[in-house]
């Protein structure tokens, strides 16, 4: 049976904490591979040139690091490259613009085979909402709005920024309470936590964590 991994994170990783690589560590160490090839998706940010630049300068080191650019397409075939990666890294930004663009290109459907056939999937805010069903975003404007259409690789919704962007909380909690998004997961820097809707109110539970490093 292959082994489905997905990693969600709230914030962190390389472009956030860039002093700090035990989250980006931790997703080369779910492949299993010692120099594992890692694609890197920018496209909630439009291929923002610095952003790629960090990552490849995060990662060049530990693994073979590529990205895909679908703005300026160059790769003909998706399928190929992308089924012969061992993770693939989507970076943060705009999640409704993101899956957008992947649906108009195809690629929806190539991760989600990508990770029915045990390519590791991993991203951090935009990068970890569309692996949902649905999430909190602020995609449409400055004000947090729910965002349905995910991928669905994951039941429920999704909230990064738990605690680093003061608002994300009470929305998510208001969101979940009223049924507008279906119970599901927030992540913070360093916790997780399970938000289920019980007699039209939240009901959050925080999760067992465990210190990476």
């Known amino acids: ?92 930004g705009n999640t409704a613009n993101l899956l957008a663009i992947w649906r108009v290109h195809g690629l929806d459907a190539i991760l989600g085979e990508a990770w029915r056939k045990g390519v590791v999937l991993a991203g951090l805010s935009a990068g970890a909402i569309c692996w949902f069903d649905s999430g909190l975003t602020d995609s449409f404007g400055p ?29 998510y909690q208001r969101l979940v309470a009223d049924g507008t998004l279906a119970g599901g997961w927030a992540a913070d820097d360093g916790a997780a936590y399970r938000l289920d809707r019980e007699e039209d109110r939240a009901v959050e539970r925080r999760l067992e964590a465990r210190l990476l490093g």
């Open 1 to 92: 049976m292959v082994d489905r991994q997905i990693v969600a994170m709230g914030g962190g990783g390389f472009s956030m904490e860039p002093d700090n690589p035990a989250l980006d560590d931790f997703v080369l160490g779910v492949t299993g591979r010692s120099r594992p090839k890692v694609c890197f998706l920018p496209t909630a940010t439009g291929n923002v040139a610095t952003y790629i630049v960090n990552f490849y300068e995060a990662f060049r080191r530990r693994a073979e690091p590529s990205h895909l650019d679908l703005f300026i397409r160059t790769r003909a075939d998706l399928r190929s490259f992308i089924l012969d990666q061992d993770a693939i890294y989507v970076g943060g």
């Open 143 to 171: 004000s947090l709005a729910p965002l349905s259409g995910g991928l669905g690789l994951l039941p429920g919704s999704f909230c990064p920024h738990f605690d680093g962007e003061p608002l994300r909380r009470p929305a």
